[in-house]
């Protein structure tokens, strides 16, 4: 079961994935794939991107370490709106399309041999959970609470 009824969003079970960050940290980034509807002029609801079972929770120690990463890719293109992002924002949401993501993956692999243990597990562990994501969606938000 990759995805939840829009109304069960309680029951998702977030991936905490941690490799700096203390368990009392409040400030975190959420991934959470959207689910593709083929509806014309569909606009997706809140709830359309938190039906995955399975996202993502990357606290803001370990997610610095991520952002690295997205400004390699920015400006984008929102991947709903097409409107231009010039940049990653922790505080709102960023709708990152497929071909943005790899674009990221195409990155964080290329450095991988370069990077400290502890550091390239956690990245490895980040891009399974993307990749697998990825299968299920060409969209995923990212959320920030700071």
């Not at 941690?18 to 569909?42: C, H, M, Q, T, V």
């Not at 390699?72 to 505080?91: H, N, Q, R, S």
């Not at 990221?104 to 991988?112: D, G, M, P």
Request: aromatic residues 16%; hydrophobic residues 40%.
């Amino acid at each position: 079961m990759t995805w939840l009824r829009p109304s069960d969003d309680r029951k998702q079970k977030y991936i905490e994935l941690r490799l700096y960050a203390p368990k009392g940290e409040k400030i975190f980034l959420d991934f959470n794939p959207l689910k593709i509807s083929d509806k014309p002029d569909w606009n997706p609801a809140w709830e359309e991107w938190h039906c995955y079972v399975t996202p993502l929770r990357i606290y803001q120690q370990d997610y610095e370490i991520l952002l690295y990463y997205f400004q390699k890719i920015y400006p984008i293109k929102d991947a709903f709106d097409g409107t231009l992002e010039t940049a990653f924002d922790v505080c709102f949401s960023n709708w990152i399309g497929k071909d943005n993501w790899l674009r990221i993956i195409f990155e964080i692999e290329q450095e991988l041999e370069n990077i400290s243990d502890d550091k390239k597990r956690f990245l490895m562990d980040f891009l399974k959970w993307l990749k697998e994501a990825l299968c299920h969606t060409s969209i995923i938000v990212v959320e920030g609470n700071l």
